[in-house]
């Protein structure tokens, strides 16, 4: 059974920067995707980005473009979200997920916070 567990998040400022960690444990394949999803207060749920875990197929939602980096650590099996020039529109909860097939999230963290202050 395959569990994910962010870290991470917190406050800062406009134009400032944090990079969020998502440890997976348990067995994933190549195939799988994992996705940065995130949900601010009276919105609906945002994809980020995510990458298939062993194959460069990466995504990126238009408003996070050019600001923010998804990778992964093989030997740690970790997936990071790399999140520079923050604004207070990428305020919201955090979440890591991820896809056997198909990309249908199945298996979800329990999210970081992230404020941005103007």
């Known amino acids: 059974r395959v569990t994910l567990v962010e870290s991470g998040g917190g406050s800062v400022q406009d134009g400032g920067s944090l990079r969020l960690s998502c440890a997976v444990s348990?067995?994933?394949?190549?195939?799988?995707?994992l996705a940065w999803f995130r949900q601010a207060v009276e919105k609906e749920r945002e994809r980020v980005a995510s990458?298939?875990?062993?194959?460069?197929?990466?995504y990126y939602a238009e408003s996070v473009k050019g600001r923010f980096t998804i990778s992964r650590d093989f030997a740690k099996k970790t997936l990071f979200l790399q999140m520079d020039n923050l604004k207070p529109d990428d305020t919201g909860m955090y979440y890591c997920?991820?896809?056997?097939?198909?990309?249908?999230?199945?298996?979800w963290g329990q999210g970081t916070q992230v404020t941005v202050s103007s």
């Open positions: 997920a991820l896809a056997a097939s198909d990309d249908f999230y199945s298996v």
């Open positions: 348990g067995p994933i394949a190549s195939t799988y995707s």
């Open positions: 990458t298939k875990w062993g194959l460069y197929n990466i």
